[in-house]
C-alpha cells in the first residue's frame, strides 16, 4: 500500500478566521484507489478536498504529491494541479467556449498539445460518455447531467494522476444522477484514483474501495467501505447513516 | 412665438450650436477613451495583491467620486498653474490649454467611474470558472484572458457605453473654463439674442438626440449580447 501513494496528507488544519473547519487530518491515498468523503454538511469535506490542489491554501500541515510537498514555498502549484483533475458541484464549464474548446483549452494552451492530436483526443473522450453530438454546444445548451459529463472528460484531457470530485451529482435533478454517476463508475473500473465528496451512499459503498467518515472537522473514521457501511462504529456515523439511507 | 424663435436660433446660430455640440462629443469621447485606458489599469491596481498598490488605487477612486468635477476641473485649470504646473499654449491649436485641462479632468474623473464599472463586470463573473480554469493548471493571468475577460466583458461593454453618455452631458461643466462647447455656445448665443428659455431649449434637445441616440445603441448592443450563448 506504501510503495504506490500517491498523495499523503500530513496534519492539515484548516481555519477561516476564527473557525476551524479541518482539525490535524492525516491520511493517505494510494495510486487506483477510489476513495468516498462521506459526512454531515458544514463536516469540513469539501474543504478538505479544495485543499488538496490547494484551491485552499491549507493553514498548517503538509500535503504530499508524488513525494513533493506542495504547500512549501516555490513550488509551481500549476504544475501539480495539470495532474490532478477536479470536478465541481457547479460543473464551472467555461462559458465563453463551446465543449470542445472547453476541452482542448488547457492541453493546447498547458500541455502544447497540437490542435488536431487535442481534438482527437477529445472526440475520444466525449464517445465514451456519449455526447459526441454536442462538441459545438454550448454549456447553456446543455443540461446539468451532461454538463458534468463534459466537465469529467475536460478534466480527463490532462491525464490526470488523480481526480477529485467535489458533490459531482449534488446539483443535478434525480433523473441525471444515473447518467453521471455511470460515467464515474467506469472510470473507476479502468483503474483511475478518485477522491469522491458525495451525498450518493450506493456509490461510495459499491463503487469505492474505502470511505472515510469526515465529521467536525476530522476524520471519525476511515474503513473499507463495505466495513463502514456495514458495521459503523461511533455514535455520529451511526446517526449520520440512520438519515441518510 | 416659441417655436418660432427655436426655428430662428437653428438657423441662423445653426453653426454655432453644432460647433459646440462638435466640441462636447470630441472632449467626451477623449475622456472616456482616456478614462477606459486608465480606469482598467486602475481596476487592476484595485483588485491586486499588492497592498500599497489596492490602497492607492482605492484611494483615487474614492476621491475622484467623492469631490465635484467642477471643483477636479478648476483645481486642474486654475489651481495647478499656481504652483508652476500647467499645460503650453500651442499657437497653431486655439485654446490648447484650456481644452487640455478639460480633457485631463473629465479623464481622470472618468477613469475612477471606469475602474469601478470594470471591477464590478469581472467580479459579476462567477468564481467557479476562475476555480475551474486554475483547477486545470492555468496561472491566474492565463485564466484572466481566457476565461474571466472574455465573460466580464459582456457586462463591461453596455456599462462603459453609459459612462459615454453620462460624460456627454456632464461636460457641460467644462464652459466655465471658457471651453466652447455646446453649454459655452449656448450661453454666448443667449448673451446675443436674450432669448433664454429658446436658447436652453435648443441646448437640452441637441443634448437629448445625441444621448438618446446613444443610449439606444447601448441597449442595441447589450441585447445582441445577451441574445448571444450566455
Not at chain 1, 23 to 34: K, Q, Y
Not at chain 1, 161 to 172: C, H, N, Q, R, Y
Not at chain 2, 175 to 182: E, R
Request: proline share 4%; charged share 20%; aromatic share 8%.
Amino acid at each position: 500500500m506504501t510503495g504506490n501513494e500517491l498523495l499523503r496528507v500530513e496534519h492539515l488544519t484548516k481555519k477561516f478566521g476564527g473557525l476551524t473547519v479541518l482539525d490535524d487530518i492525516s491520511t493517505s491515498f494510494s495510486a487506483h484507489e477510489v476513495v468516498s468523503v462521506i459526512g454531515p454538511s458544514g463536516g469540513g469535506k469539501s474543504t478538505f478536498l479544495r485543499c488538496l490542489n490547494l484551491l485552499e491554501v491549507p493553514t498548517s500541515g503538509r500535503i504530499l504529491f508524488d513525494g513533493d510537498d506542495i504547500c512549501a514555498k516555490g513550488t509551481d502549484i500549476n504544475v501539480h494541479r495539470q495532474k490532478m483533475g477536479m470536478v465541481f458541484q457547479q460543473f464551472n464549464l467555461f462559458n465563453n467556449m463551446n465543449v470542445l474548446k472547453n476541452m482542448t483549452a488547457a492541453p493546447v494552451k498547458i500541455l502544447r498539445m497540437p490542435e488536431e492530436a487535442a481534438k482527437e483526443k477529445a472526440l475520444s473522450l466525449v464517445r465514451r460518455v456519449g455526447l459526441e453530438d454536442k462538441l459545438n454546444a454550448y454549456p447553456s445548451q446543455l443540461s446539468g447531467g451532461q454538463k458534468q459529463r463534459i466537465a469529467i472528460v475536460r478534466a480527463l484531457m490532462m491525464d490526470p494522476e488523480v481526480m477529485l470530485f467535489d458533490e459531482p451529482t449534488s446539483a443535478l435533478d434525480p433523473e441525471m444522477i444515473g447518467e453521471v454517476l455511470e460515467v464515474m463508475k467506469q472510470l473507476a473500473e479502468s483503474g483511475m484514483t478518485m477522491i469522491v465528496v458525495t451525498h450518493e451512499m450506493r456509490f461510495a459503498r459499491e463503487v469505492s474501495s474505502r470511505t472515510l467518515f469526515l465529521d467536525g472537522g476530522v476524520i471519525a473514521e476511515d474503513k473499507p467501505s463495505h466495513e463502514l457501511f456495514d458495521h459503523p462504529e461511533s455514535p455520529r456515523l451511526i446517526s449520520f447513516l440512520q438519515k441518510v439511507l | 412665438m416659441f417655436f418660432e424663435t427655436v426655428w430662428k436660433l437653428i438657423t441662423r446660430y445653426g453653426n454655432f450650436f453644432f460647433e459646440g455640440l462638435r466640441n462636447t462629443l470630441l472632449i467626451a469621447i477623449m475622456a472616456v477613451a482616456l478614462g477606459t485606458v486608465l480606469g482598467a489599469l486602475m481596476a487592476l491596481c484595485r483588485m491586486s495583491n499588492i497592498k500599497p498598490l489596492r490602497w492607492l488605487a482605492t484611494a483615487y477612486i474614492e476621491f475622484f467620486r467623492g469631490t465635484p468635477l467642477m471643483v477636479q476641473l478648476m483645481f486642474i485649470f486654475y489651481g495647478l498653474p499656481m504652483i508652476g504646473i500647467s499645460f503650453p499654449e500651442i499657437s497653431f491649436i486655439p485654446d490648447f490649454q484650456r481644452f487640455m485641462a478639460g480633457i485631463v479632468a473629465m479623464s481622470l474623473n472618468s477613469c475612477a467611474y471606469v475602474a469601478e464599472v470594470i471591477r464590478s463586470g469581472i467580479q459579476a463573473v462567477d468564481p467557479g470558472q476562475m476555480e475551474a480554469a486554475r483547477s486545470l493548471g492555468f496561472k491566474k493571468g492565463e485564466a484572466m484572458k481566457m476565461v474571466v475577460l472574455p465573460q466580464a466583458i459582456k457586462n463591461i461593454l453596455p456599462a462603459l457605453g453609459n459612462e459615454f453618455v453620462t460624460v456627454i452631458k456632464e461636460s457641460s461643466v467644462v464652459s466655465v473654463i471658457g471651453i466652447a462647447d455646446l453649454m459655452f455656445r449656448t450661453n454666448g448665443v443667449k448673451a446675443k439674442t436674450y432669448s433664454t428659455l429658446e436658447c436652453l431649449f435648443v441646448a437640452a434637445l441637441l443634448y437629448f438626440v445625441t444621448t438618446f441616440v446613444f443610449s439606444k445603441l447601448v441597449s442595441l448592443m447589450e441585447r445582441r449580447m445577451s441574445h448571444d450563448r450566455k
